[in-house]
C-alpha cells in the first residue's frame, strides 16, 4: 500500500471512537450497528453485550464490515465523503486469555471507568476484526480497493 494512501487511512480511523459495523444474521438479514473500538497491535477489538443484534451475528456469522466515514459536516461533498470501508473475518477471545485482560486494559485506558462495570457482566464477549481488504474512498475518482492485514 502506498504511503499516502495508507497516512490517509491512519489519519480518518484515528479520527473515531467509535466504528459502524454492518454484520447479518444466520437468516442472511443485514443488521448495522456501531460500537466504541480500540486499536492494539494493529487489530481492531469491540466489546459487545449479547442484547445487541450484532453480537449474536457475529457469533453464528463471524463476518463483518466496518466503516469510517468523514462526518457530514465537514465534508465538501455528500456524495463523495471521505470514508474507508474493511471486510473483516471476526474473532472471539477467550476471557481466560492473557489477550483478553490486555485489551481490556487498552479499553480501560481510552473509554474509562465503565469498562470494569461492563467486563462485569457475563453477557459481554470480547471480538477482534482481522482484515483482508480495505476500500478508501478521498472523493470523486479516488477509489482505491488495498489489501490490508490489520489497522495502522
Known amino acids: 500500500m502506498s504511503q499516502d494512501l495508507q497516512t490517509d487511512i491512519t489519519h480518518l480511523v484515528d479520527s473515531f471512537r467509535t466504528v459502524l459495523m454492518a454484520t447479518s ?7 448495522i450497528s456501531y460500537s466504541p473500538f ?6 481492531l477489538y469491540v466489546f459487545l453485550s449479547d442484547l445487541s443484534l450484532h453480537t449474536g451475528n457475529l457469533k453464528s456469522n463471524p463476518k463483518a464490515s466496518l466503516l469510517f466515514i468523514e462526518n457530514e459536516k465537514e465534508a465538501e461533498n455528500l456524495h463523495a465523503r471521505k470514508r474507508v470501508t474493511y471486510s473483516a473475518t471476526v474473532e472471539l477471545i477467550d476471557r481466560s486469555t492473557d489477550q483478553f485482560r490486555s485489551i481490556m486494559t ?28 480495505a476500500v478508501l474512498v ?13 489497522f495502522g
Do not use: K, Y
Request: aromatic share 8%; glycine share 8%.
Open 106 to 133: 487498552a479499553m480501560e485506558s481510552r473509554f474509562g471507568e465503565i469498562m470494569p462495570l461492563l467486563e462485569s457482566l457475563p453477557d459481554f464477549h470480547l471480538f477482534a476484526m482481522n482484515t483482508d481488504t
Open 138 to 150: 478521498r472523493g470523486f475518482a479516488d477509489a482505491h480497493t488495498l489489501a490490508c492485514n490489520g
Open 38 to 43: 480500540v486499536i492494539v497491535e494493529g487489530r
Open 25 to 31: 444474521s444466520r437468516d442472511a438479514i443485514p443488521e
